[in-house]
């Protein structure tokens, strides 16, 4: 029997495309006993607004913890959810399903932020959205497959393979960024398929403020399109 795996770091409110990877395949972990990056999708996203694209970004303790990872980075301020929630008001107010989407995403945003681990914070979030966007696909964290000292031991390429046999895939659906660094042959000798996903060919959808901004976070497009945020997942053939 085929299986399909995704293994992918949990990022904050992340753009459609994050969540068209987690419906496509049968199985996600992520990957959260690896480095915290700076200045990338861990704890920021981006929504749309009269004066252009706005970062939401969850403060995080970073000084002297450089070679922290994911699920040891500590939220710095609890009071980062309630200015996010008036950014995405002010920003939103006008769209054509805030009032149908706003009160369960704002409840959302809230209950995530009692808990002080960004891991913790991005995982129910992705899990609140996929239940709002009728993904079912079970998802995992990497430390529930492997032990953690020797996970962070392994390098990339061994880690993901490990994972992929853990958990019985016979294919493993990937980022195209990992093509720099995956060595492929390895996981063909063990018969798993490496395949990539195609983040091209997404339809535009209906957004405020002028002309169509394609690489926001998922919030833009539930407010923006309600029931049919689902459908924008479906990417036009090339």
């Known amino acids: 029997m085929s299986k399909s795996v995704a293994i992918t770091q949990s990022n904050y409110i992340p753009w459609r495309g994050y969540f068209d990877l987690l419906r496509s395949v049968d199985h996600v972990v992520l990957l959260e006993c690896v480095q915290y990056t700076r200045r990338d999708w861990r704890n920021r996203n981006r929504i749309k607004t009269a004066n252009g694209p706005l970062w939401l970004t969850i403060p995080v303790e970073v000084k002297g913890r450089y070679g922290q990872a994911i699920d040891e980075t500590l939220i710095a301020n609890a009071e980062w959810v309630e200015g996010h929630i008036r950014s995405i008001q002010l920003a939103y107010q006008r769209a054509a399903y805030f009032d149908a989407v706003s009160p369960w995403l704002f409840s959302l945003l809230r209950s995530a932020a009692d808990d002080p681990l960004l891991t913790k914070v991005n995982e129910h979030l992705i899990r609140g959205l996929c239940r709002s ?104 053939p090339q």
């Open 133 to 236: 966007l009728d993904i079912a696909t079970p998802i995992a964290r990497c430390t529930d497959i492997l032990e953690r000292d020797a996970s962070r031991a392994m390098n990339a390429t061994d880690r993901l393979l490990k994972i992929c046999l853990e958990t019985g895939a016979t294919q493993y659906v990937s980022g195209p960024a990992a093509r720099s660094y995956l060595d492929v042959s390895i996981f063909e000798r063990n018969g798993i398929e490496v395949c990539w996903m195609d983040y091209s060919g997404y339809p535009e959808y209906p957004q405020l403020w002028g002309a169509f901004e394609p690489s926001l976070s998922i919030v833009d497009l539930l407010l923006n399109t309600g029931p049919n945020a689902r459908s924008f997942l479906e990417r036009n």
